[in-house]
T-cell receptor, first 115, second 115 residues
Framework: AQKITQTQPGMFVQEKEAVTLDCTYDTSDQSYGLFWYKQPSSGEMIFLIYQGSYDEQNATEGRYSLNFQKARKSANLVISASQLGDSAMYFCAMTGADSWGKFQFGAGTQVVVTP | DSGVTQTPKHLITATGQRVTLRCSPR?????VYWYQQSLDQGLQFLIQYYNGEERAKGNILERFSAQQFPDLHSELNLSSLELGDSALYFCASTEGGVPATGELFFGEGSRLTVL
C-alpha cells in the first residue's frame, strides 16, 4: 500500500520569499511517480511538477522545484519567489507503475502568501 | 483550461436521490479517472476507465457506478444519496492507460451538495 504524508496543514509566507512544502511517502514499489498539484480557491487541480522514482535529477518547472530524497522517502516542493497568486492548497501525490493515475493524495498544505 | 469538461458544475439534491455527473475528456485522451474530494476523506480515487473498459477501481461505493461510452465521455452515477456524499467530484483524463509523465488533466469538478 502507498501512503503520502503532508504534515504542514497551513503556512504563511511573505511575497518574494521561498517556501518549502514537506511531503513524505511510503511504498513498496520500485517504480513510482511523485507529483505536486495546486488547488486555488476556485477548486480546479493544477499540475505543477513530476518526479519519477528513477530520475536522478531533481525536477524543476519554473519557480517550482522538487527536492527528491529517495532514501528518506521525501519529495518536498520548493516554491521560489512566492507570488500572491501562489496562495492555494498544495497536494503531494504518488502513484505506482502498475496503477498509474490511481493517485494517493496527501492531506494538503494551505499556503497563504502575504504582501 | 485543461481541456476536460465536467457538467454540472454545481448540483444540489436531496437524500435518497440519484444524480449523474458527466465528463468529457481532452481530445484524444482514452483514459478517464474519477476522484472524490470531501472535507473528511480528502481526495480519493474512485475508478478509472480506459477506452471503454474499467481499468482500476478504488474506494467507490456500491451505490456509485460509472461507465465510459464509445465517444469516450464518461458518466458517474450516484444513487441513494446520503449527506456524506456531498463532495467535489473530479474527472481527469490522460492519453493512455499509463500516462507517460504521469500527469493527469483535471476538470474543474462537479460540486454536489446533498441536503
Amino acid at each position: 500500500a502507498q501512503k503520502i504524508t503532508q504534515t504542514q496543514p497551513g503556512m504563511f509566507v511573505q511575497e518574494k520569499e521561498a517556501v518549502t512544502l514537506d511531503c513524505t511517502y511510503d511504498t513498496s514499489d520500485q517504480s513510482y511517480g511523485l507529483f505536486w498539484y495546486k488547488q486555488p480557491s476556485s477548486g480546479e487541480m493544477i499540475f505543477l511538477i513530476y518526479q519519477g522514482s528513477y530520475d536522478e535529477q531533481n525536477a524543476t518547472e519554473g519557480r517550482y522545484s522538487l527536492n527528491f530524497q529517495k532514501a528518506r522517502k521525501s519529495a518536498n516542493l520548493v516554491i521560489s519567489a512566492s507570488q500572491l497568486g501562489d496562495s492555494a492548497m498544495y497536494f503531494c501525490a504518488m502513484t505506482g507503475a502498475d496503477s498509474w493515475g490511481k493517485f494517493q493524495f496527501g492531506a494538503g498544505t494551505q499556503v497563504v502568501v502575504t504582501p | 483550461d485543461s481541456g476536460v469538461t465536467q457538467t454540472p458544475k454545481h448540483l444540489i439534491t436531496a437524500t435518497g436521490q440519484r444524480v449523474t455527473l458527466r465528463c468529457s475528456p481532452r481530445s484524444g485522451d482514452l483514459s478517464v479517472y474519477w476522484y472524490q474530494q470531501s472535507l473528511d476523506q480528502g481526495l480519493q480515487f474512485l475508478i478509472q476507465y480506459y477506452n471503454g473498459e474499467e481499468r482500476a477501481k478504488g474506494n467507490i461505493l456500491e451505490r456509485f457506478s460509472a461507465q465510459q461510452f464509445p465517444d469516450l465521455h464518461s458518466e458517474l452515477n450516484l444513487s441513494s444519496l446520503e449527506l456524506g456524499d456531498s463532495a467535489l467530484y473530479f474527472c481527469a483524463s490522460t492519453e493512455g492507460g499509463v500516462p507517460a509523465t504521469g500527469e493527469l488533466f483535471f476538470g474543474e469538478g462537479s460540486r454536489l451538495t446533498v441536503l
